[in-house]
């Protein structure tokens, strides 16, 4: 159909089927599933059942290399869930597997014993023992990485182990792994135990008992015997004191210092140095000096090593010995560090290794700081300037970069001379190798502030345009490379020229190149130690006018600039500028500027926005921030309204339930406060309570003792009333006697006593209390119309009754004034005084009106037995009267 399209082969013989049937026949061979077999698959199946150690003692005991290695492996954990059981079943079969096991579980059993002996996983000596009858058994393994392993792990044993066991079971086999029918593999390890072992005993037991077998091992026939003992010696001098190793181990260390073999006597060199310290001045004076000096002789053959050793002591050998040297011994110990500084340059003298040589010039370049201060910084210009020069200028960057390295402390020492070394400093700035100025970066804030604050300052006005040019053009060499951890720690370290230049100068000269680096550098960690550099420079700038002009560069050029990268920067900028600059400033420069990102078109922007969104609200205190709050609030609320990145929604979220959580944390926190205040007021309430008990118990006692006297004074006045009575009676008999000759003299006063009671009940208009005093006036008219002395006497009672009641309510009145003016004055120290104080003037008031109701009701009680008295009396004589008139008219 599509004859266009058809390429038909040209015929052939045949030759077999073509490539992509070969390839398609491959596809289809049956593949083998697994790379293990049925039977491998059930061999490592372990029951599920089984619990850590029971499956660690079924690994060892049936299961293949690689299990038992696996668990042997993870032995220290399993001394850490179960170190009893371990040991007492896991660790037994572990020493079975190791008889005859290879190199691989070998290493891994040494490894093992020896972390748990490292981390102090198990804590009984026992535990500690069975791992040493293990070490000990293998420790003279034919393989020797194995060997040594197991070594470690004795030497790791001895620090936990007590005194008697290793006495027993490891110095006493010493005895015969030191003699000379044992191997040197045995030999060099009795070595290193000695010089472990000798740190847990006293002087005594090492002077007797370790010290020969020392001895016997430094004079070995074999040379790396005699140097590892040799290098053991100063542990055992430690342990022995001053004395003993001044009499018993100088000598056989000064011996084995002439040793023939160069290995021996460097060891011996090194091991004499560092028990310098413990010499006095006499045997430094006549041991070490000529020791040194000897050493430091051009004329006698001193092998490369000794030289190398001798160039890395050479600083605390001149340090030690400067008080038992006399000055031609300093001169020479000076021209030996001299020539040391060129060993191995392009000289006809000089004809050395070239590594050896550059190690040599490393290591003068380690000790240049010592020899600055064994010479006194005052002669550096003419003893040790020419070297240092020379060292920073030398072929071999590693040696400029051990220069460059010790360089700011060669600075500290020179002190107020520093300006001989600009020179040096700006050939360091310049260099071409990079791992130079990695070197003078790592302390070069610390050399800047030196150089620029000691120097002097006509010699520094000088020279300052030369240090800010060699700065600039290290920063540019850097920023080109690919090194940009190196250029983030150079920009770093520029951040302290803000206290150490000029504002103008720096703004001239440096803060242009920062911005730039800002705005252009694609590598995110520089670009950030840029803003944090732009930002401390911004931050101690004391112009305004140029604080004014980086502000308006941030915010025109990254803020608002068209390229959201810009935009991310500004934000970077503004989470820096929350740790340097103040609240206030940030927020008057930095929040609504990042807070009008808002509306970026780009979404990584307004989730970045959001990420700063915590650190721009704490930021903001209230009330003084209310508008910049409410500001940020709107923000948050666009957010929530109109944002449709699903990103930037969830991070919004996150923001917007954190910062409810800040609610209810505030309100949890206002909750807590409230009922803080509540337990106070309570407390505060009960201590007026009982302090208003208190005041009603005293008035309560008051109120009865004036009372009781009311009492007595109603008594006296009824004893009065009583006499009084009697006459009334005899004055009422008489006058019923004359009247009874008259009898239609009594009906009017009979007929008029109910009319008037009836007008006076009928009155209205009128209060109770009024009512009541009317009515008890007109029953007293009444009920005494011939005689008044009855009324008389109740009326003056009653009045000197409220007269007293009266001035007990000015009293009161009084003492309540001043309770009130007391609590105001309480109010104005504070609030829940000033409610206890209302709560006991109402209590006091209500106890006030009590007392009142309680004496006008008796006083209503006394008036009423009163008039029931006297009515009593008046039926009494109508009686009387009444019988009368019958018997008169009877015996008519």
């Not at 020899?371 to 003893?383: E, G, R, Y």
């Not at 490379?481 to 103008?504: M, T, V």
């Not at 700038?541 to 810009?566: C, F, H, P, T, V």
């Not at 910049?628 to 666009?638: I, M, P, S, T, Y």
């Amino acid at each position: 159909m599509f004859p266009g399209r058809m390429t038909l082969s040209p015929p052939g013989p045949p030759s077999g089927p073509p490539e992509e049937l070969q390839e398609l026949a491959f596809i289809e061979r049956p593949i083998r599933r697994s790379l293990k077999t049925a039977e491998e698959i059930d061999q490592l199946t372990v029951d599920e059942d089984l619990n850590d150690v029971e499956r660690a003692v079924y690994l060892l005991s049936v299961g293949q290399e690689v299990q038992r290695a696996s668990v042997i492996s993870n032995l220290p954990s399993l001394v850490r869930q179960n170190p009893a059981e371990t040991f007492r079943r896991v660790v037994p079969k572990v020493r079975e597997v190791l008889n005859g096991a290879g190199a691989e579980i070998q290493l891994a059993a040494a490894t093992s014993f020896l972390t748990i002996l490292q981390d102090d996983i198990i804590l009984i000596h026992t535990h500690t023992y069975s791992i040493l009858k293990t070490v000990l058994l293998h420790l003279n393994h034919r393989d020797t990485v194995v060997s040594s392993a197991w070594l470690e792990t004795l030497l790791s044993a001895i620090n936990a182990l007590p005194k008697e066991t290793i006495k027993q079971e490891v110095l006493n086999p010493l005895l015969y792994q030191s003699q000379l029918s044992h191997s040197l593999q045995a030999r060099l390890a009795a070595c290193r135990i000695l010089g472990k072992a000798s740190c847990k005993f006293d002087s005594l037991i090492v002077k007797k008992e370790l010290l020969p077998l020392a001895r016997s091992l430094s004079r070995d026939t074999e040379s790396e015997v005699r140097v590892c003992m040799c290098r053991q010696l100063e542990s055992m001098a430690r342990a022995i004191g001053v004395e003993d190793t001044r009499t018993e181990l100088l000598p056989e260390l000064l011996e084995l210092a002439g040793d023939e073999e160069s290995s021996v006597r460097l060891a011996a060199f090194d091991s004499i140095i560092s028990l310098m310290e413990m010499m006095d001045g006499d045997d430094r004076l006549h041991l070490l000096v000529p020791l040194v000096m000897s050493a430091c002789d051009a004329s006698s053959q001193v092998d490369e090593g000794v030289m190398v050793s001798l160039s890395f002591q050479f600083g605390k050998l001149c340090s030690g010995l400067a008080g038992s040297l006399s000055e031609e011994q300093k001169r020479l110990l000076l021209q030996k560090f001299q020539v040391l500084c060129i060993t191995g340059l392009p000289t006809e003298e000089n004809q050395m290794d070239v590594g050896e040589s550059t190690l040599i010039r490393c290591n003068c370049c380690y000790n240049l700081p010592a020899m600055v201060a064994f010479v006194d910084p005052a002669h550096f210009l003419c003893d040790i300037h020419p070297s240092f020069s020379g060292l920073c200028s030398d072929p071999e960057v590693s040696v400029r970069r051990s220069v460059a390295a010790s360089f700011h402390q060669v600075v500290k020492l020179l002190e107020s001379n520093v300006h001989v070394v600009h020179k040096e400093l700006l050939l360091l700035l310049q260099d071409s190798a990079l791992e130079v100025l990695d070197a003078l970066m790592n302390h070069l804030d610390e050399t800047l502030e030196l150089v620029l604050s000691r120097g002097d300052n006509l010699i520094l006005d000088n020279k300052l345009p030369e240090l800010l040019s060699a700065l600039l053009s290290a920063e540019q060499k850097v920023g080109s490379s690919l090194r940009w951890r190196l250029h983030e720690k150079l920009l770093h370290r520029y951040s302290c020229l803000s206290r150490l230049l000029p504002g103008e100068l720096l703004h001239q000269t440096f803060s242009a190149r920062i911005f730039i680096i800002l705005t252009t550098n694609k590598v995110l960690p520089v670009q950030k130690e840029a803003a944090r550099t732009f930002c401390t420079f911004l931050r101690y700038n004391r112009k305004q006018e140029q604080r004014q002009e980086m502000m308006e560069r941030l915010i025109q050029d990254l803020a608002q600039g068209r390229s959201y990268w810009n935009r991310l920067r500004f934000l970077d900028v503004c989470e820096i500028a929350t740790e340097i600059f103040s609240r206030k400033y940030f927020n008057k420069h930095f929040l609504i500027p990042a807070l009008e990102l808002v509306h970026d078109p780009v979404a990584n922007v307004r989730y970045k926005l959001c990420q700063l969104l915590p650190r721009l609200r704490s930021s903001l205190r209230l009330p003084a921030d209310k508008l910049l709050l409410q500001k940020l609030d709107f923000c948050v609320q666009k957010f929530l309204c109109r944002e449709k990145d699903k990103d930037v929604v969830a991070m919004i979220r996150k923001f917007h339930k954190r910062h409810d959580w800040d609610l209810l944390d505030q309100k949890k926190e206002k909750e807590e406060m409230l009922l803080l205040e509540m337990e106070q007021l309570e407390r505060q309430q009960s201590d007026g309570k009982l302090n208003s008990d208190k005041h009603m118990e005293r008035k309560r006692r008051d109120s009865k003792t004036s009372l009781s006297s009311a009492k007595s004074m109603s008594v006296s006045s009824s004893t009065g009333s009583s006499s009084t009575g009697k006459e009334t009676r005899k004055a009422k008999l008489s006058r019923s006697r004359s009247l009874s000759s008259q009898p239609t003299s009594s009906k009017p006063v009979n007929s008029d006593r109910p009319l008037k009671v009836k007008d006076l009940s009928g009155s209205s208009g009128l209060g109770k209390s009024t009512r009541d005093d009317s009515v008890r006036t007109a029953h007293f008219t009444l009920t005494t119309q011939s005689t008044s002395s009855m009324p008389v006497l109740i009326r003056s009672k009653t009045t000197s009754l409220l007269d007293q009641a009266s001035l007990l309510e000015q009293r009161e009145h009084r003492k309540s004034t001043l309770d009130h003016r007391t609590g105001n004055r309480d109010q104005r120290n504070h609030m829940m005084e000033h409610r206890t104080s209302s709560l006991e003037e109402r209590e006091h008031r209500t106890s006030t009106l009590d007392h009142r109701d309680h004496r006008t009701s008796t006083l209503g009680q006394r008036s009423k037995t009163m008039e029931r008295g006297s009515g009593m009396k008046d039926s009494q004589s109508r009686k009387l009267s009444m019988n009368r008139k019958s018997n008169s008219l009877q015996s008519e």
